[in-house]
């Protein structure tokens, strides 16, 4: 089992920059596939980025792809996401979840075994 705690959420304008991370302990980090996802008040949660247990593989909602980018940093224990240009819609609770698969990616919820319990960010306009 692997427990993930989230940092990083706050307040910020649009066009601002925030960088989240998602803290692992308790198994080897680099054994998960890892992602974020995102849930909006009355919305259900959805894909937001994906990485491979390396790092060399990543993947992107089409909502984010140029203005947010996923990586990890396996020695930390810790996968990132930048999120910069941001919008008012960016406005939601960020969930980091963990996956014991190294090569795949997942896009899904169902997909992932283990959740952080969220981090909120909200982007004023």
């Known amino acids: 089992q692997v427990q993930l705690v989230e940092s990083g959420g706050g307040l910020v304008q649009a066009g601002g920059s925030l960088r989240l991370s998602c803290a692992a302990s308790?198994?080897?980090?680099?054994?998960?596939?890892m992602g974020w996802f995102r849930q909006a008040p009355g919305k259900e949660r959805s894909f937001v980025a994906a990485i491979n247990w390396s790092g060399t593989s990543t993947f992107y909602a089409d909502s984010v792809k140029g203005r947010f980018t996923i990586s990890r940093d396996n020695a930390k224990n810790t996968v990132y996401l930048q999120m910069n240009s941001l919008k008012p819609e960016d406005t939601a609770v960020y969930y980091c979840a963990a996956r014991p698969n190294k090569a795949t990616l997942f896009t899904t919820p169902v997909d992932y075994s283990y959740w952080g319990q969220g981090t909120q960010v909200t982007v004023s306009s």
């Open positions: 308790g198994r080897t980090f680099s054994n998960y596939a």
